[in-house]
């Protein structure tokens, strides 16, 4: 059975690195975009990551300039953003696509374990979560209009 572990992730700076090292933890793993109404998420991403990242959590960020062109800058510039305005410490990896042909395999992977409404397997918009337990496989997928805090008792019983 596939887990996060069989996928990996592409660093800002171009660097390839396994998400193998994941297995153990449970993961959030959200497409986010820094002109969006839903960017001051950012904080309450941060707050869960300060508040459980040394129980075994761990949040990933995948920007992605699919929805509204709202994520327009290059990786420095994401980078340079998110530690002014929001002081990320959690893992910001390079830009993606998540969906259409370009669409990353972690997020094809993501949304056939974890559909949206109805069944939906695209992505609808930003801020876009999925929960990931300690066994690397899809838990739940979360809307966008779902706040970070809403998220806790679900991460808690994880951990």
Known sequence: MT???????TLPNGEKVSLADRLGKVVLVVNT????????????LEALWRKYGDRGFE??????N???KQEPGGADEIASFCDVNFGL????????DVNGADADPLYDWLKAEAPGVFGSKGIKWNFTKFL????GKVVRRYAPTDKPASLEKDIEALL
């Open 132 to 135: 990931i337990g300690r066994d």
């Open 33 to 44: 975009a820094s002109k969006c109404g839903f960017t001051p998420q950012y904080e309450g």
């Open 3 to 9: 887990t996060i572990a069989d996928f990996a992730a």
């Open 66 to 68: 699919q929805f509204g």
């Open 89 to 96: 410490s959690f893992p910001l990896m390079g830009k993606i």
């Open 59 to 64: 949040v990933i960020a995948f920007p992605c």
